[in-house]
């Protein structure tokens, strides 16, 4: 065990079940959510503290670990618990936001001897159920050995991507990716519904080969029965690729699929879907072409 006291503010789809595997390891001493009840409940469960707000909580910890939606929740989380860091304190961010963001936040709280790490997490809510998330680190090295630990109690791989920003960095690369993969995907099975093939044979044959991915094999089967509930937000994928697009406007590089898929996500955040899993896209591309 590390003898880290740690705490985890944001307990959404991905921040609860990291909360569980910090209680796993015996790391977890508290926890802290906008909307009490969840965070209250999650206590419970895992018999920690139920903090009375983000600086209570900075109070009974050595590390503050955050997975909240968008940069500006982020930053007022972080500025809800400057009144309880102290020297010596790292804060660990787990949300995708802004490399700008990451790098802002990390100067700030560095000037206060306090430590910050950028460490998003690819995997989805199954990796983080299990686990086994892949998590992209910015941020010093003797911050992020220390906290190592605390990492590895959720993720398959932990890298460290270079100074402040830099796991933000990769992220963006990674949502570029996981944009224009639920494009293809949402589209070819639009396609394979329309053109009437067996579904369950389409996806095992489609995973045996090089049109394999794990939005294939989580989301193709849910998909096709159009189950949008549990996953990745639209809202967030929106939020990911609009990051994504003002570092591509900043280093004067066109990145088409996003901007495609970008369009498709703000055209269901409008209609209401913004809470649906982003497979919901497979629903515009089931839509006729013509009168578009
Ligand atoms: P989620 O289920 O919507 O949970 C969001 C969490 O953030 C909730 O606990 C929410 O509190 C809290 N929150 C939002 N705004 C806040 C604010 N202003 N102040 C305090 N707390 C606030 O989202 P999620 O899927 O867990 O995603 C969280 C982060 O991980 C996002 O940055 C997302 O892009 C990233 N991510 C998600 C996935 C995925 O597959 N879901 C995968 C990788 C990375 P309430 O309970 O009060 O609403």
Do not use: Y
């Amino acid at each position: 065990m590390s003898g880290l006291r740690a705490g985890m503010i944001g307990l959404g789809a991905m921040g609860a079940p990291m909360a569980r595997h910090l209680a796993a390891q015996g790391h977890l001493r508290g926890v802290w959510n906008r909307t009490a009840n969840r965070g209250e409940a999650l206590a419970r469960e895992l018999s920690v503290v139920a903090a009375s707000d983000p600086a209570a909580l900075a109070g009974l910890c050595d590390v503050v670990l955050i997975c909240v939606s968008a940069d500006a929740d982020l930053r007022a989380v972080v500025r809800a618990l400057l009144p309880g860091l102290r020297p010596g304190m790292v804060v660990v961010d787990t949300s995708t936001v802004s490399p700008l963001t990451a790098r802002e936040l990390a100067a700030e709280l560095n000037e206060r001897d306090v430590g910050f790490v950028d460490a998003p997490v690819s995997g989805g809510v199954e990796g983080a159920v299990k686990g086994r998330l892949s998590v992209m680190v910015g941020g010093k090295s003797a911050d992020i050995s220390r906290i190592r630990p605390l990492l590895d109690s959720f993720a398959a791989t932990v890298t460290h991507m270079g100074a402040g920003g830099a796991g933000q960095a990769a992220k963006a690369v990674n949502q570029v990716m996981v944009g224009g993969i639920a494009e293809a995907v949402c589209e070819g099975l639009a396609l394979a519904e329309k053109l009437n093939l067996d579904q369950q044979r389409l996806l095992s044959v489609l995973g045996a080969g090089a049109a394999d991915s794990w939005f294939l094999q989580h989301r193709g089967p849910s998909m096709l029965q159009n189950r949008f509930a549990e996953g990745f937000k639209l809202a967030l994928l929106r939020k990911d690729l609009e990051i994504v697009q003002s570092l591509a406007r900043e280093l004067d590089i066109s990145l088409e699929t996003v901007a495609l898929a970008l369009r498709d996500c703000e055209s269901l955040v409008a209609g209401g879907d913004g809470d649906c899993d982003i497979s919901a896209l497979i629903t515009l591309k089931r839509r006729p072409a013509t009168g578009r």
